[in-house]
């Protein structure tokens, strides 16, 4: 059985790339045989978002990809009623406190969100866990290895159901397919057996989601998993230092950099940072000519040539590159550059 795993789409009205990534998702786990799409909450970004998606997502949901397996996440907790028709092949598990679905041998065991563990269902959980050979665990949680809130997506920093990798071990489920880390795809191994998976979220929401976004392909049988590169809408940012003299180098690189992304459907911004040589309306003309397509930021950079012509800088130079005494001889360059070229402004440094 192969499972596609995901989370995190955040479908709203208002960003239409939401629903690509969705129909992206539904695409690759056809191409790619999977028998399942799993969501780990927060297939909406709010309540109202999925009661005005609902109709458009019905034929969505009820055309060619494979079964869907969704929980409610802390975004789209309250989303969820019976009585209401998401399409034919989506299941969203809301059954309190969890609701057990079995295929060929393989159990999915699947938890709507909830603030917190309490002990009756950790429990609950302990126990169904023992009565399956095979089976993964399916929920929207916090787990405790030092993410900010702003991996998750959220401005305030609430856990929502935190959870330790001590309590997923003695669980011992095989699988814990989780949402609501959006950042990256980040797959930890939590002693032998246990796989704990974080897809990421499909779509970038904001800029700490960076980079190509991915879905996790799982084999049940081969215990193999793949992150798919989906192409879906991301963001991307390259940030760089440039050095006097090193110009052109840099520029280079930029281009290369954004050239790889430029034609995907994304937003990429590039930061230089730094002091040059080059006169500065020479150096952005470049930078303008490399980055089309993207969004560049002007802030900085400065050129700091009167300073890299003053005989005390030369000395300065010529005597820094004398030491081995100095581990970071670039940051203390960097610090001399800025420092002269303030004190040449302020005139109290004679040109
Ligand atoms: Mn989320």
């Known amino acids: 059985m192969r499972i596609l795993h995901t989370s995190d789409l955040h479908l709203r009205e208002d960003r239409p790339e939401t629903i690509r990534a969705l129909k992206e998702l539904l695409r690759i786990a056809s191409e790619r045989g999977a028998d399942l799409m799993t969501i780990g909450g927060d297939i909406f970004h709010s309540k109202e978002d999925a009661e005005v998606l609902r109709p458009k997502l019905r034929e969505i949901f009820s055309g060619d990809g494979p079964e869907v397996l969704a929980i409610p996440g802390n ?16 299941t969203v598990a809301t059954e309190e406190p969890f609701s057990t679905f079995e295929y060929e041998g393989f159990a999915i065991i699947a938890l709507p969100f909830k603030d917190e563990l309490t002990t009756s269902l950790y429990d609950r959980l302990q126990s169904v866990s023992d009565k399956h050979s095979k ?5 929207h949680c916090t787990l405790d290895i030092g993410y900010s809130s702003e991996d998750f997506g959220e401005e305030e920093s609430v856990s929502y159901f935190p959870v330790t990798r001590e309590t997923l071990r003695e669980w011992g489920f095989d699988y814990v397919l989780a949402g609501h880390f959006h950042r990256n795809q980040s797959i930890l191994k939590l002693g032998e057996e246990i796989k704990f998976i974080y897809p990421g979220s499909p779509v970038s929401h904001s800029w700490s989601e960076l980079g190509k976004r991915k879905a996790v392909l799982v084999d049940v049988e081969s215990g193999e998993e793949e992150g798919l590169s989906l192409d879906t809408f991301y963001r991307d940012e390259c940030e760089k230092v440039v050095r006097p003299g090193e110009e052109e180098e840099l520029v280079e690189e930029i281009g290369v950099w954004v050239d790889e992304r430029v034609g995907d459907d994304c937003e990429i911004r590039v930061i230089p940072r730094g002091h040059v040589r080059l006169d500065e309306k020479e150096f952005t003309k470049m930078l303008e000519e490399a980055c089309e397509g993207a969004e560049l930021t002007h802030e900085f950079y400065r050129s700091v040539k009167p ?40 005139r109290e440094l004679r040109s």
């Open 75 to 90: 975004h789209d907790a309250d989303a969820y009623r019976e009585d209401l028709n998401w399409g034919s092949k989506i």
């Open 135 to 139: 089976s993964a665990l399916l929920l």
């Open 307 to 346: 300073v890299l012509n003053h005989p005390l800088f030369r000395r300065f130079k010529e005597s820094l590159d004398s030491r081995d005494d100095i581990d970071d001889k670039e940051a203390v360059e960097e610090m001399a550059l800025d420092a002269m070229s303030r004190l040449l402004a302020n």
